[in-house]
């Protein structure tokens, strides 16, 4: 098996991720303190309880929907024999995940935006949770595709920073 290719595999899933976590966080981090300091933006269209009803029931199902597909994308890794498929597939399955809990956050953001409603924190609260349940690492890889020991020790190995050519 290819190191590198493992090793470029693990890097693309968890700089993903990262990149996500790193566009949701500040847009509810600057409503939410926005709106914990005082201030009220007096231009902006208050939306209606049914609203409200519809945007924490389109979050809730944006919760379910990313945990359902993630795990049945995993459930395809058991049919897989090499590593490197496993991972591919564990990548756009976390990939996946990731942006339908970018979804979550925005769909909490904006609800907090327009209705001031702490249910909104709430749930933004329940996507970071998800957040970091579900950050690549290889142990959590390992338990989710349910990997032999080998495999699980190439992708701590491949998850480990390169060593410069002169340190090996």
């Known amino acids: 098996m290819d190191i590198q290719e493992i090793r470029k595999i ?3 899933t968890e700089q993903r991720s990262l990149i996500v ?3 949701a966080l500040p847009v509810f981090g600057v409503i939410y303190l926005f709106y914990d300091s005082g201030n009220q933006l007096e231009n902006l269209p208050g939306i209606s309880d049914f609203l409200v009803w ?3 029931l389109t979050c809730i199902a944006v ?3 990313q945990y359902v597909l993630f795990g049945k994308k995993i459930k395809l890794t058991f049919e897989k024999d090499e ?7 564990y990548s756009q399955a976390t990939t996946q995940r990731y942006l339908l809990l970018l ?3 925005m769909i ?3 609800g907090l935006l327009l209705s001031k409603n702490p249910v909104f924190t709430l749930f933004f609260a329940i996507v970071l949770v998800f957040f970091s349940l579900a950050k690549p690492t ?3 890889m390992a338990r989710l595709m349910k990997l032999k020991k080998e495999e699980k020790e190439l992708i701590r190995t491949a998850s480990r920073p390169e060593q410069p050519e002169s340190d090996k």
């Open 83 to 89: 590593l490197v498929d496993k991972l591919k597939i």
């Open 103 to 105: 979804l979550g956050s």
């Open 108 to 110: 909490s953001s904006v």
């Open 10 to 12: 693990y890097r693309q």
């Open 138 to 140: 290889p142990d959590r």
């Open 54 to 56: 519809v945007m924490s």
């Open 63 to 65: 919760l379910i929907i």
């Open 21 to 23: 976590i790193l566009l």
